[in-house]
């Protein structure tokens, strides 16, 4: 079983919204959804098409049920391992993004991914001839130009510098202290410039807590590994985790009535989820259904409700995995439209836009109800 992933491929998002024309000014918000101190809700920006009209639509539609969207790019190495003042497309390409979540009343959480969200076992996009390690010093440059350029243009209240960093930490243990000193610099230096900006990484909940035998090196189930968490103590703004329960249990019912609480007691720091979902159908050898998408929001908030700063659930809509599987493959990411196919149901509501039984929950919880 492979380790649960990011379903958004960040390169097609990219290439849509590169294609919405000249960059237009950044609408302001009247008001940041952080600004009341309770929980923001939000989702990843993944249309139901992987087509420009799609996104556009989607969008507006993301604006009735979230607060905010999180961005989850790539690094644009090449263009930013001498200087974080690169005439970049990828700027232009998360200029758009914000855009269009600003004119559709949406903040923006940003984390910057150097690896794989389909397989974090391996660097996403990384140059010919440049070393896969977090010690090579192009990659390091290139990630700590590239946080220092977000945080300058975008201002993002939320800055997260890579994802589920622990199934990262347990496929290669030798490296994990070179991107530990990676994050530690670059935490620093984004506090120098923006010392209000809310820096974390996210760390994959059923694999920290051991629950995927596959890759559990031996551990107990439920034998937590939170030295790999507070190793980033005292640089951690938020504790800040992803969850897909559905490839560990049979139904959202069986998930324990404490299994996040342990958040609770480890930290007093936010909590946040920055991912996470459950199928509403069977996907392979996992099971899935409505009623276990609304036992997971149930569970996320009845255990961590109050505490938690921000709230990401991976898609609002279902999508058309042969539309995505076209782009994907376009852009040499063919190998990873099976893994892709596994969240293709996540969606709180169909691909046709229908909504299932967990849209209106979700929504009541935004409402504060």
């Given amino acids: 079983m492979k380790r649960m992933l990011c379903m ?35 989702f990843f920006p993944s249309p139901p098409e992987a087509s420009e009209q799609s996104i556009l639509n989607h969008y507006r539609t993301l604006g009735r049920h979230a607060d905010v969207i999180l961005l989850q790019q790539p690094v644009a190495w090449r263009d930013f391992y001498e ?56 990659i390091r440059s290139a990630i700590t130009h590239y946080a220092l350029r977000i945080v300058r243009e975008f201002h993002p209240p939320y800055l997260g510098l890579a994802s589920e960093i622990n199934t990262y930490a347990d496929a290669f243990p030798e490296d994990f202290p070179n ?77 324990p009535d404490d299994y996040y609480a342990p958040l609770l007691g480890r930290t007093s720091k936010p909590l946040a989820v920055a991912e996470g979902g459950y199928t509403s159908q069977p996907v392979g050898p996992f099971p899935g259904a409505p009623e276990d998408q609304m036992g997971y929001l149930r569970a996320i908030h009845d255990q961590l409700g109050p505490r938690l700063r921000f709230w990401i659930y991976l898609l609002l809509s279902d999508f058309n995995l042969e539309s995505y599987a076209k782009m994907m493959r376009d852009q040499g990411q063919g190998q990873d439209v099976e893994t892709l196919g596994m969240f293709a149901a996540v969606g709180l509501t169909r691909f046709d836009g229908t909504p299932k039984p967990a849209l209106e929950l979700w929504d009541t919880y935004r409402a504060g109800e």
């Fill in 8 to 42: 958004l491929c960040a390169i097609v998002l990219a290439s849509i919204a590169c294609d919405l024309g000249q960059l237009a000014p950044i609408p302001s918000l009247e008001t940041s959804p952080f600004a009341s101190g309770e929980t923001v809700f939000g």
């Fill in 83 to 138: 200087t974080a003042e690169a005439d970049s497309p990828a700027i232009k390409d998360i200029h758009n993004q914000y855009v269009l979540a600003r004119q559709n009343g949406m903040d923006v959480i940003f984390v910057v991914d150097p690896l794989n969200g389909l397989n974090r076992r391996e660097f996403l996009g990384l140059p010919v001839g440049w070393e896969a390690s977090f010690a090579n010093p192009q």
């Fill in 179 to 255: 991107y530990l000193s990676l994050y530690q610099s670059v935490y620093d230096a984004i506090k120098v410039e923006a010392p209000a900006t809310q820096v974390f990484v996210t760390f994959q909940w059923e694999d920290l807590n051991n629950l995927i035998p596959i890759v559990a090196e031996g551990r107990s189930p439920y034998q937590t590994n939170w030295e790999t968490v507070e190793a980033f103590e005292p640089r951690l703004d938020a504790w800040v985790i992803s969850s897909y329960p559905f490839v560990v249990f049979q139904s959202a019912s069986e998930v």
